[in-house]
């Protein structure tokens, strides 16, 4: 059976490795995200007990009766119970994949609006623009807040040794030693300075199980998250150890590969921005969740995404290398964030 490739993290984290063990790892980058655009990371050195801590943390809280899960609820932008239209708990249905509703509930966080002024709405004090509210965290279970801010912050550093591989992996040339470069400078450092504000997002998502037929030949009628690409930069996904839910489309375009979990591994998939930086050399991959197995699915992606008001734009070397024109004449993260909100909700 094919399998994702496995690929360690930590001489990307370890500032005596060698360049010889840095350049073998960003050589399995670009082979995984030239292949497949998903990978198991492992080598990110957050210990298997705070892995499980995490699941186990997001299990209770979806475990609660309905009417403590909504006391977070997520709220329309404008509207006078605060919502920013993004953050907060969803309840069952409420997430919308290419007009379809999906068939999970779950927490969304963001990087708290921290890049440039709030704007209130007109609908007066306390109403949110898109985006621009406080992240609602539940009060029960208690420990979740303090144990998800300092996982969010180890994360951080992960997702910026991971990009910095990437930028190897891409044989961009090295930084100039004599100078600190700027957004546009594209050198191998070009993905972590623009990504040195992340404005990331973290979901706690619950899946039940799906009730419709296991036959090979039955219609897909919902599920649990349909296909899609994730929009941003690199995910970093934590899930608990049920097989067969997360399916990932390979190359010929037909056939799903499961993406089951391997315990201590990330399931690492790049995103659209990571696509037109490269101009399609590495392609942002299609997956699903189908969760048709026993128990209740729990999962913790964290997407490490580029700044707000970071420029994405193919970079010159993948433009000559790809032999394409620029699939993308640029434009910020965050107009493209936006746009997506907007479809995830209202679509």
């Not at 990009?163 to 992996?169: E, H, I, L, P, S």
């Not at 009628?221 to 839910?245: F, I, K, N, Q, R």
Request: net charge negative.
């Amino acid at each position: 059976m094919m399998s994702l490739p496995i690929i360690d993290i930590s001489p990307f984290l370890d500032a005596s490795s060698s360049p010889a063990s840095r350049q073998q790892v960003a050589l399995f980058i670009n082979n995984a995200c030239t292949e497949f655009g998903f990978f198991y990371l492992t080598g990110h050195g957050i210990p298997q007990a705070k892995l499980e801590e995490i699941i186990s943390l997001a299990r209770q809280f979806f475990a609660l009766p309905n009417e403590q899960k909504n006391k977070i609820k997520r709220h329309d932008a404008a509207g006078p119970e605060g919502g920013d239209g993004a953050r907060g708990y969803q309840g069952m249905g409420e997430n919308v994949t290419q007009g379809k509703k999906d068939m999970h509930e779950a927490i969304d966080l963001y990087r708290e609006w921290d890049h440039a002024p709030t704007v209130e709405r007109s609908g007066g004090p306390g109403t949110r623009s898109t985006l621009q509210g406080p992240n609602l965290w539940p009060d029960e279970p208690g420990k979740l807040k303090p144990v998800y801010l300092a996982y969010i912050k180890q994360l951080q550093n992960v997702g910026s040794a991971l990009v910095r591989a990437m930028g190897q992996a891409l044989e961009l040339p090295p930084p100039d030693p004599n100078s600190a470069g700027t957004p546009e400078t594209e050198d191998s450092e070009v993905f972590v300075r623009n990504t040195d504000h992340s404005f990331w997002v973290m979901r706690l998502i619950g899946y039940p199980k799906l009730t419709t037929p296991v036959s090979p030949d039955a219609p897909i009628t919902s599920l649990s998250c349909g296909e899609h690409t994730d929009y941003g930069c690199v995910t970093l996904l934590l899930t608990d150890p049920t097989p067969g839910a997360l399916q990932v489309l390979l190359k010929d375009g037909t056939t799903w590969l499961n993406a089951d979990p391997i315990p201590g591994a990330f399931v690492v998939n790049i995103g659209d921005m990571i696509e037109r930086w490269t101009n399609g050399l590495w392609k942002s991959t299609r997956h699903r969740v189908i969760h048709r197995g026993e128990g209740y699915r729990v999962s913790v992606p964290f997407f490490f995404e580029p700044n707000f008001e970071a420029v994405v734009r193919p970079l010159e070397r993948c433009v000559e290398r790809s032999g394409k024109e620029a699939m993308h004449e640029g434009s910020t993260y965050g107009e493209h964030l936006l746009g997506k909100v907007f479809g995830n909700f209202y679509g």
